[in-house]
């Protein structure tokens, strides 16, 4: 009897546009069995959320580093070495 909000956090813009696509469209290599994500999402399921990128640790380092990033690697225990 329980009633739970299933949420599914990205940072990835591609997979954002997938999920709210209906079918494949011209993706390739994209599995019948793996639009069932389409739609629970469309069913509101599941419910689609985007990481901003000041709360996600996995991005740091992929872009110039800047304040934000100094502080997720803080949190990570991890420190910026001087040269």
């Known amino acids: 009897g329980w009633h739970l909000e299933v949420e599914l956090w990205t940072d990835s813009s591609a997979a954002r546009g997938t999920v709210l696509r209906h079918g494949a469209g ?20 599941l419910n689609l959320k985007k990481i901003p990128r000041a ?26 070495v001087p040269r």
């Open 26 to 45: 011209k993706l390739k290599h994209l599995e019948v069995q793996e639009l069932w994500l389409q739609q629970a999402v469309t069913t509101s399921r």
């Open 55 to 80: 709360f996600n640790s996995a991005d740091c380092l992929t872009h110039h580093w800047g304040s934000t990033d100094q502080k997720l690697l803080t949190q990570m225990g991890l420190r910026k």
